[in-house]
Nanobody, 124 residues
Framework: QVQLVESGGGLVQAGDSLRLTCTASGRTISTYGMGWFRQVPGKEHEFVAWINAGGVDTYYADFVKGRFTISRDNAKKMVYLQVDRLIPEDTAVYYC?????????????????WGQGTQVTVSS
C-alpha cells in the first residue's frame, strides 16, 4: 500500500507562485510514475502533469505547460509541483497520484493511489 499526502496549497494572488508537495509513505514510490491532477467542484479530475519513475521524463497538459514544473526526490519520497504565475483559473483542489506501471498516464483510471488533495485558491 502507498499513502500520499499533499501539502503546500493556500490562498495566493494572481501572479504569485506555490510549490505543492506530495509526501509518500508505505511502499517505495521509486518505481512508480507520479502525476498531478486538479479538480473544481462539479467537474471531473483534470490532468496537470506526469513524471516517470526516474524523474527524467515529464509531460504536461497544454494549458499549464510553461508555468508548472513537476519534479521528484525519491530519496525523500516526495513529488513536487512548482506553479508559477498563477491565474484565478488555477483555483482547484490539487491531487497527486501514483501509477505502478510508470508509463505516461493522463487518465484518472490509470493511477493506483491518490492523496486527499490540497486546496489552491488564486485571487484576481
Amino acid at each position: 500500500q502507498v499513502q500520499l499526502v499533499e501539502s503546500g496549497g493556500g490562498l495566493v494572488q494572481a501572479g504569485d507562485s506555490l510549490r505543492l508537495t506530495c509526501t509518500a509513505s508505505g511502499r517505495t514510490i521509486s518505481t512508480y510514475g507520479m502525476g498531478w491532477f486538479r479538480q473544481v467542484p462539479g467537474k471531473e479530475h483534470e490532468f496537470v502533469a506526469w513524471i516517470n519513475a526516474g524523474g527524467v521524463d515529464t509531460y504536461y497538459a497544454d494549458f499549464v505547460k510553461g508555468r508548472f514544473t513537476i519534479s521528484r526526490d525519491n530519496a525523500k519520497k516526495m513529488v513536487y509541483l512548482q506553479v508559477d504565475r498563477l491565474i484565478p483559473e488555477d483555483t482547484a483542489v490539487y491531487y497527486c497520484a501514483a501509477n505502478w506501471a510508470s508509463t505516461l498516464a493522463t487518465l484518472r483510471s490509470e493511477y493506483d493511489y491518490w492523496g486527499q488533495g490540497t486546496q489552491v485558491t488564486v485571487s484576481s
